[in-house]
């Protein structure tokens, strides 16, 4: 096919399309967001005296939904200005619009008919070519076609997002007969490319991969609670990540996607199977009654769960599924839980729980078993090969392992012993792959068994895996906290590998020498790991242990080795990228202000943080943030010192936190001309195009230059805002004093406003500020609170 996707119409402004409308909005599409015409007028209306035939009547349930999007959390919107590319309307007047779109994406009521006829209305009003796709959760594709026209027919599939849209990862893509292989094609790679999705191709069977395997997983959870007499909050306390899955385990989960919604993904099944498989998805009555009484979960207050405030705080209770009422939330104990939580490696974990002769392991055991088993019987019966199921269930259900790779942790040989030893009947091309002795399912990082031999497969030429290039190339050279790697074409990768991927004095080394390797050896630098966050900041423990000691000496030589590998980066004759990704906090932001380039991923959580543990930015933040002000303004405009340093000063003493790399953005952290990358899968790979761009347009480093602050006048200046705000109670005396010491650093201390300033008289003034801090006694114990309860304490 000829042409890309500029514009999208959405039909349908629910939840779940507004939310489809807002993911495009963040990657820069237009989209028109379409939904009925109300038949009755609002009080708020009749006041006004608008009538039905008005156009803010007619396109209100739509408007009404783009509204909606500013207050809802998470944040659809990467940043609240998105907004103004989503244009609401109505289904009478505007679908002669769709001649102006490139996608029409349905997400209307989910009821056949309903489909079909607002299809017919696509099929009038389209332009040929034009893709149309529908986001139904289970009913069958092929039948909305029916009676279309043949390029409609051709240009048709599912697009099965997974709520919220901007957050979960899974896209399911569901061709049918008809639809077009270079349509099909080229929705994969828009899928992965632009939108930025884990793409699976799923047949068209009710619920399609994840939800027809996650939906079973939850009820045969729910029915061994009800066999075996577990409370909900035993059944959650070894189902989340004791076993792979999301902190939300089973009935929180259930809470946040709402009973309703579960209730109705559960029954599209049931409606559509026969046998033993109808009485999984027909849920217990106590589910239906929780239904009945409005008790749907985090939408409604209270569900499984329900938070309770008393005398002593608030207090969360689980619901006992037997009297209907809320109890003491309980956890189950038993030996193998702490078996599990001693254990090293991640299969070691589970198989400490799903072998164990306790009550823990018994559950564990009887949820992943039917579970394991539905999955190879059902596999080619919802998807092209097991791959596809793993992945399914990883990106949209937030599983870690899905469940054939659950099935090689356990041990493919061990676990099919023990089921055909319980009874149970184990799929026949299980039992014919093993005979021919393959006791796995996986092989190396893209072999998958498929059809009787290990087929390979097609990954995206954009993702780069770290540990696979490490296994294949080695190192360059590492120590405990990073590794220097090759990754190619002349570019090499700075990797933490440290706990959280903080910054300790290991890490400010490998900064060093990688810098040293880099400007003999290579073309550029790159710093990005895969871990679960970016760089969380400096090791504060060790800090905090070095300050409790009084080893001053060997703190302020730790912040100037920081100072120093941050100025390294900067000067580097080479390009150094850093590409940062989910929390990217104190030190880790830190990192990526003095490089050529950054590279973040979208879902990117930036924000000079420290002041939330009584300090301020020790590895010079304070000076690159303010500078990153200045270099930003237009070459030859007047530069408002003043307003600069209370732009930088607002955003370290709030510990303002950007929700998105476009935020980050507005916050000054990252500029116009870095990068996002939409696919956090593909950060690595842009970040290293960039690295290579930079080295091919003759990149050079910035020259050392003197930089004009604001001086005692500005320092008085940001100092009275923040004592007004002491005098008013939004702060305390310690806030006051570290707002103080934030202030002189930005402003370059007791100098005439205009003064230019070397860096290291900046540099210098930071370090002191920091160290003086790390000595007061209320500072300590806000890092020891931050290190014990994991939150800021205001003292």
């Known amino acids: 096919m000829t042409g890309k996707i500029k514009k999208v119409a959405v039909l349908g402004s629910g939840v779940m399309g507004s939310g489809i409308a807002a993911h495009l909005a963040n990657i820069g599409i237009p989209t028109l967001l379409l939904d009925i015409v109300p ?90 070519g034009t893709i149309i796709s529908s986001n139904t959760s289970g009913i069958s594709i092929e039948a909305m076609a029916e009676g279309r026209s043949e390029d409609f027919r051709r240009h048709f599939l599912g697009t099965h997002f997974f709520n919220p ?5 899974l896209l399911e893509v569901i061709p049918t007969k008809d639809t077009s292989k270079e349509v099909f094609d ?27 395997i996650g939906t079973y997983g939850l009820l045969v959870t729910v029915r061994e609670m009800l066999n075996r007499g577990f409370s909900v909050g035993e059944v959650d306390s070894v189902t989340g990540p004791a076993i792979g899955r999301p902190k939300s385990a ?94 090293k490696s991640k299969q070691d974990k589970l198989k400490a729980l799903v072998y164990a002769d306790d009550r823990a392991g018994e559950l564990v055991w009887n949820i992943l078993k039917p579970v394991l088993l539905y999955s190879a019987e ?73 059809n009787g031999e290990y087929a390979t497969a097609e990954i995206n030429e954009k993702v780069i895996n770290i540990k696979q290039v490490k296994e294949e190339s080695g190192v360059i050279t590492k120590n405990a906290g990073a ?26 080394q490998m900064i060093s020498k990688s810098i040293d390797e880099v400007d003999k050896n290579y073309r550029g630098l790159v ?7 970016f760089c969380v900041g400096a090791n504060l423990m060790m800090i905090l242990m070095e300050a409790q000691d009084f080893n001053w000496p060997e703190l302020d030589l730790v912040v100037r080795q920081f100072q120093n590998a941050m100025a390294k980066i900067r000067y580097s004759s080479k390009p150094v990228v850093t590409a940062p990704f989910g929390m990217s906090l104190g030190g880790g932001t830190e990192i990526c202000l003095p490089s050529a380039s950054i590279q973040a991923s979208m879902e990117t959580y930036m924000g000079l943080v420290e002041v939330g543990v009584g300090l301020i930015p020790g590895g010079g933040g304070n000076k690159e943030l303010y500078l990153r002000q200045i270099e930003s303004l237009p070459e030859g405009a007047h530069i408002d010192l003043q307003a600069v340093a209370n732009q930088v000063f607002e955003t370290i003493a709030m510990a303002k936190v950007s929700t998105s790399a476009q935020e980050a953005e507005q916050h000054g952290f990252i500029r116009p001309q870095d990068g996002i990358s939409i696919n956090g899968d593909h950060l690595l790979h842009d970040a290293k195009q960039k690295a290579l761009h930079l080295a091919n347009a003759g ?97």
């Open 527 to 533: 710093i990005n790991n895969q871990g679960k966050n």
């Open 699 to 795: 990149y050079q480093a910035p020259k050392r230059k003197k930089i004009p602050v604001v001086g005692e006048t500005g320092y008085a200046a940001m100092v009275l805002g923040a004592k007004q705000m002491e005098l008013s109670g939004y702060i305390s005396e310690h806030d006051m004093k570290i707002a103080d010491k934030l202030a002189f650093t930005i402003a370059g201390g007791r100098v005439p406003k205009g003064t230019e300033v070397d860096e290291q008289y900046l540099l210098d003034i930071e370090r002191e500020a920091f160290l003086s801090l790390l000595g007061e006694p209320k500072t300590q114990q806000r890092m020891s609170h931050m290190l014990t309860k994991g939150k800021p304490l205001r003292n």
């Open 39 to 128: 038949r009755e007028l609002t009080s708020a209306e009749e006041k006004k005296g608008l009538t039905l035939e008005d156009k803010a009547v007619r396109n209100r349930l739509a408007a009404e939904s783009i509204q909606k999007l500013k207050k809802q959390k998470p944040a659809p919107l990467a940043k609240k200005e998105n907004i103004d590319l989503i244009e609401a309307g109505n289904m009478e007047d505007d679908m002669k619009r769709l001649s102006e779109v490139d996608w029409v994406i349905e997400v209307v009521v989910e009821n056949l008919e309903i489909k079909q006829k607002v299809f017919a209305q696509v099929d009038e009003y389209r332009n040929e």
């Open 186 to 212: 080229y929705m994969v790679k828009f899928g992965e490319d632009v939108l930025g999705k884990g793409v699976v191709e799923a047949k068209d069977t009710p619920n399609f991969i994840a939800n027809r």
């Open 250 to 343: 089973t009935f929180r989960t259930l809470d946040v996607v709402g009973l309703d919604t579960f209730l109705h993904v559960a029954k599209n099944v049931y409606d559509q199977v026969e046998g033993e498989e109808k009485e999984v998805f027909d849920p217990p009555a106590f589910m239906n009654e929780m239904a009945e009484k409005g008790w749907l979960g985090s939408k409604s207050g209270q569900g499984f769960y329900y938070k309770k405030k008393g005398e002593k705080g608030s207090e969360i209770l689980e619901l006992d599924f037997e009297t209907m009422e809320y109890v003491p939330r309980k956890k189950l104990k038993a030996p193998s839980v702490q078996q599990s939580k001693q254990a």
């Open 378 to 450: 059902k596999y080619a019966e919802v998807a092209e090969n097991i791959r596809d199921v793993d992945l399914a269930m990883k990106w949209g259900f937030g599983w870690e392992h899905g469940p054939f790779e659950t099935w090689d942790a356990i041990g493919l040989e061990k676990s099919v012993q023990r089921m055909e030893e319980e009874g149970e009947t184990v799929p026949a091309w299980i039992k014919e792959m093993l005979d021919k002795g393959f006791t796995s399912f996986y092989k190396g990082y893209d072999g998958y068994y498929h």
């Open 483 to 508: 590794s220097l790697i090759d990754i190619g074409d002349d570019i090499a990768l700075l990797e933490f590998t440290s706990p959280n991927n903080s910054i300790g004095l290991d890490v400010l």
């Open 165 to 169: 849209p901007r957050y979960l990862k």
